[in-house]
């Protein structure tokens, strides 16, 4: 397969490179990252600067960074830099699980959104915890997950959305397909003041006090030290509001003005 690796967290991170050294045998992979931490710029895209890609050789691979964002790289490798359109994106591995509403802010998540948007199957995976203890099964797996795609298919529009639990491997306790959770984390603004006695903010949230109670869902299966593997749609649509919305038979009545 033609592979496109990238990710949030810039072409130096660790699970990038893991994810590289289990993907490149007998795969043509070309890794076209952010040239710095992108964490957290959720389906950004820069259209007020020129875009650059500086090739550069990382642990003996050849690689574009690139001073844009995780979609940005998406895009420009798949217009640009390769040579027609990859067969697969797979996007991390991320420190930090995407799961629940993550998802709406996660970059890791939004460059595998970037490619289903142009029909192209893709992998969002990510790690639990800022400094997991092995990125090397998770990657193993997420290769095999890449096989997996190569062999069903993913439906247009779709991707997939893979955590690892961060305990030893030994202890992960199986692979659970999952859905993405809604409830939101306890969070915060940290107030503090500047030496002008000015006030700033840390935004935070407090992951542990996150609990919903519904097994099915990708925070719950983190819990139960299992892969979560959660198909993810690009189409944003209530389909259960269409109708619902429909009967508030909304028409122009003239007194909007205009002419
Ligand atoms: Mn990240």
Redesign the pocket.
């Known amino acids: 397969m033609r592979i496109l690796l990238t ?3 810039g072409i130096h ?1 660790q699970g990038l490179w893991a994810l590289h050294a289990a993907l490149a045998p007998g795969h043509e992979v070309t890794v076209v990252a952010p040239d710095r ?4 710029v959720g389906h950004a895209i820069t259209l007020h600067q020129p875009l650059r890609a500086a090739s550069l050789a990382v642990n003996g691979a050849e690689g574009y960074a690139v001073n844009g964002t995780p979609a940005d790289c998406v895009k420009l490798a798949v217009l640009e830099i390769l040579d027609g359109r990859p067969d697969l994106v797979v996007s991390g591995l ?3 699980a995407n799961v629940g509403v993550n998802i709406n802010y ?3 998540v939004a460059a595998a959104r970037e490619a289903a948007l142009g029909g192209i199957p893709a992998i969002a995976a ?1 790690i639990e915890g800022h400094a997991p203890r092995d990125f090397a099964p998770p990657a193993s797996f997420v290769r095999r997950l890449a096989d997996r795609i190569a062999a069903h298919g993913l439906l247009p529009g779709t991707f997939l959305n893979v955590n690892f639990p961060d305990v030893p491997w030994k202890e992960v306790r199986g692979v659970r397909v999952s859905r993405q959770g809604l409830s939101v984390f306890k969070e915060y603004m940290e107030k503090r003041l500047d030496p002008r006695n000015r006030p700033y903010y840390w935004q935070g949230a407090d992951m542990q006090r996150f609990r919903e109670d519904d097994p099915e869902i990708d925070g719950s299966v983190l819990r139960g030290r299992c892969v979560s593997i959660t198909p993810i749609r690009c189409d944003m649509t209530d389909y259960d509001g269409l109708g619902r919305l429909k009967e508030w038979n909304l028409e122009l009545n003239g007194s909007e003005g205009g002419t």
């Open positions: 990710n949030d967290d991170a931490e992108r964490t957290g991320n420190p930090g996660s970059g890791t990510s």
